[in-house]
């Protein structure tokens, strides 16, 4: 291939050297002469071509010699309008994935919105059959694994982003040809996982880190082209940029998710469970406002569970905090099954949790809390070192009918939890039978 490129390269400037000697030897003109030559040139517009022709007629007379330099300034027409099509083309191109790319940045930190925008933006624009895309299996590993495919399943892969096949990867970001991989892992077994899927281009998603250390968030696999002409030097270029982009935008979804999701848990955390039992309360006060004057409105209820685990530090003295943080672990996935998409599951600290339970009030609530509390202590923990279940002691408060703000309505949930921990713990309490007794 690239030697016929060579050859081609030689044959034009061979074709353009004669087309100059033509001119010079025919068109005694000066400005006539000059205006031929920056026409070859592609300094001027198609529009000239009729005075182009003209100047041919009228200077060259060998009949060879005049139908070549036609036939040479028409070939030279086409080129530049192939040329300036490319270059429009390319501007789309390039106009389309900053503007897709711009929105999504600016409207999402979602990955699973990030990855859909990925794949179908490339399929579109570059007219790929399949693909899929591998990316940081959570927000602070570092194994890369498939997560999403279009038009086929995405493959079982998984490997080390610090591992040699990713430090590799993050530091040739360039795309590449499956056909022609970078020499340094064309013999690893991940590369072999990929030559499987029977793709053709691969894309690294890398970021540029502290310090211009390349960060790894991924990689993008492409299968053949609609049109099965293979990717071009443009395409590899935009596909390049495109993955730049989408390294930023996974980058940013990962600081968002890691703000407000407690790490070891993955339920909400501290800061965004203050955030959003705020935002709830301060919305229901004006429902609340509202129903004071039209007294066919519904006073909007908010309730407030909280729980801590029972014994929690004696568990921990004697199998130690990794059993620990694996009851913690289990316990947030037993919680957020049981629960309501619109509820809200938090991580107060330590071993203490919250659920926010909007539209819900105390009577289904304690209902709630008790399903929750029966789940917990159905559940077995199993860890390496131990099999054990655990279980757990709620409080559960209201608004407006426990407390009208957000300091008063946790207190009232705090203290009806630790009147469940005195009343012998694994049980639910509702604050206003701690008010009663």
Do not use: W
């Not at 790319?101 to 007219?127: C, R, Y």
């Not at 919250?354 to 539209?359: F, G, L, N, R």
């Amino acid at each position: 291939m690239k030697g016929r490129n060579v050859e081609g390269r030689m044959e034009r400037a061979q074709e353009r050297e004669r087309a100059f000697d033509i001119i010079l030897r025919n068109v005694k003109d000066a400005a006539e002469r000059d205006f031929l030559a920056s026409y070859i040139s592609r300094l001027e517009r198609a529009r000239d071509k009729d005075k182009v022709i003209d100047i041919v007629s009228r200077n060259v007379k060998d009949a060879a010699e005049k139908e070549f330099l036609v036939s040479y300034i028409s070939r030279v027409e086409e080129s530049d309008e192939r040329t300036s099509r490319a270059i429009r083309k390319s501007r789309i191109d390039f106009d389309t994935i900053i503007d897709v790319v711009s929105q999504v940045n600016a409207k999402s930190l979602d990955q699973e919105s990030i990855e859909n925008f990925t794949l179908n933006t490339v399929m579109g624009q570059f007219g790929v059959l399949k693909l899929f895309l591998m990316r940081r299996h959570d927000h602070s590993g570092h194994n890369i694994v498939s997560v999403a495919a279009k038009n086929m399943e995405a493959p079982p892969l998984e490997f080390d982003a610090h591992g040699e096949f990713g430090r590799v990867l993050a530091e040739s970001p360039y795309p590449f040809e499956v056909s022609n991989p970078p020499a340094s892992i064309a013999d690893m077994p991940e590369f072999g996982k990929i030559q499987e899927s029977a793709v053709e281009l691969c894309v690294p998603l890398v970021r540029a880190g502290s310090e211009n250390e390349a960060d790894l968030k991924g990689l993008l696999c492409l299968g053949k082209k609609f049109d099965r002409m293979g990717f071009s030097q443009e395409d590899m270029d935009l596909l390049s940029l495109l993955g730049s982009m989408v390294a930023i935008s996974l980058h940013n979804a990962q600081l968002y998710h890691r703000s407000i999701f407690d790490e070891m848990t993955q339920v909400f955390s501290r800061g965004y469970f203050d955030m959003h039992l705020s935002q709830e309360l301060e919305r229901a006060t004006r429902y609340r406002r509202g129903a004071e004057e039209d007294e066919t409105a519904v006073i909007s209820n908010i309730s407030l569970v909280m729980f801590d685990i029972d014994d929690f530090k004696k568990i921990n003295d004697t199998y130690g905090h990794q059993v620990g943080d694996e009851i913690l672990r289990s316990i947030a996935r037993v919680v957020k099954n049981k629960m309501r998409a619109a509820d809200i599951v938090a991580r107060y600290g330590g071993e203490e949790f919250c659920v926010i339970m909007p539209e819900t009030g105390k009577e289904d609530a304690v209902k709630a809390a008790e399903r929750m509390r029966r789940a917990i202590e159905d559940n077995q923990i199993v860890t390496e070192r131990v099999k054990l279940r655990v279980t757990v002691s709620l409080g559960v408060s209201t608004y407006p009918e426990d407390a009208v703000d957000m300091h008063s309505l946790i207190l009232e949930s705090d203290k009806a939890l630790y009147a469940a921990k005195a009343a012998g713990k694994n049980r639910v309490v509702p604050c206003n039978q701690v008010r009663k007794s």
